[in-house]
Every structure is written in C-alpha cells, then in structure tokens.
C-alpha cells in the first residue's frame, strides 16, 4: 500500500524549533537573516538540522553554516530558474523553425504537385 506523507518545507518558526533543539539557542542576531532565507528558498527541516548538526559546539559558527549553505541553495535554486527559462525559450524557438521548415515543405510539396 502506498502512504503519501506531506513533507513540507522549513519556516522560520520550525528553524527556531530546530534551533532551540540542536543549538540550545532562543535568539541571535543572525535569526533575521536566516528567517528571510527560509522565506525566499524552498528547504527542509531535515537540511536545516544537517546544517545545525555540523557544528553543535559554538552556535555561532552553526549558524554561520546555515547561513552560507542557504545562499548556496538560494543561488542554486536561481540558476536552475535561468536554465529552465533558457530551455524553454530554446524550445519556443525549435518549435517556430520546426513550423516554419513544416510550412515550406508544404508550399514545396504544393508547386511541385501543381504548376502554375
């Protein structure tokens, strides 16, 4: 039997959850920053633990973690949006020349079949 289970993504009140739990942390300076990562990109609560897990000795230096390893995502998740616009646009353009090349073909076919 197959179970669908919805994993949703991180927000910043399951980032302070997590936080508090790995870190020991109610509040830092960096929460602000981090909130609007998580806002802005699509990213689990398991990524978000493996980040804070790397570094549980000084929670500083965890969250810096975090913070890079968001914006590497965030760059990503960008770069991806511009490759699939690019091939999107790339493939508009075959389907016009693939039509174009259809259509002479067609009037190709049409002079030969029938001269004037």
Same mark, same amino acid.
């Given at each position: 039997?197959?179970?669908? +289970?919805?994993?949703?993504?991180? &927000?910043?009140?399951?980032? #302070?959850? %997590? =936080?508090? /739990?790995? %870190?020991? +942390?109610? *509040?830092?300076?960096?929460?602000?920053? +981090?909130?609007?990562?998580? *806002? /802005?990109? !699509?990213? &689990?609560? =398991? @990524?978000?633990? $493996? !980040?804070?897990?790397?570094?549980?000795? *000084?929670?500083?230096? =965890? %969250?810096?973690?975090?913070?890079?390893?968001?914006?590497?995502?965030?760059?990503? &998740?960008?770069? =991806?949006?511009?490759?699939?616009?690019?091939? /999107?646009?790339?493939?508009?353009?075959? &389907?016009?020349?693939?039509?174009? @090349? #259809? !259509?002479?073909?067609?009037?190709?076919? /049409?002079? $030969?079949?029938?001269?004037?």
């Amino acid at each position: 039997m197959d179970v669908h +289970i919805y994993m949703g993504y991180c &927000t910043p009140a399951g980032f #302070r959850k %997590l =936080a508090a /739990s790995y %870190l020991g +942390i109610k *509040e830092d300076k960096l929460f602000g920053c +981090i909130d609007d990562f998580i *806002e /802005s990109i !699509q990213v &689990t609560p =398991a @990524e978000v633990a $493996t !980040q804070l897990m790397m570094v549980s000795d *000084e929670p500083r230096f =965890a %969250l810096e973690g975090l913070i890079e390893f968001l914006n590497g995502k965030d760059k990503d &998740t960008k770069k =991806a949006a511009v490759v699939k616009k690019m091939k /999107s646009f790339k493939e508009k353009e075959e &389907t016009k020349e693939k039509k174009v @090349e #259809r !259509q002479n073909s067609e009037l190709v076919f /049409s002079e $030969t079949r029938c001269p004037n």
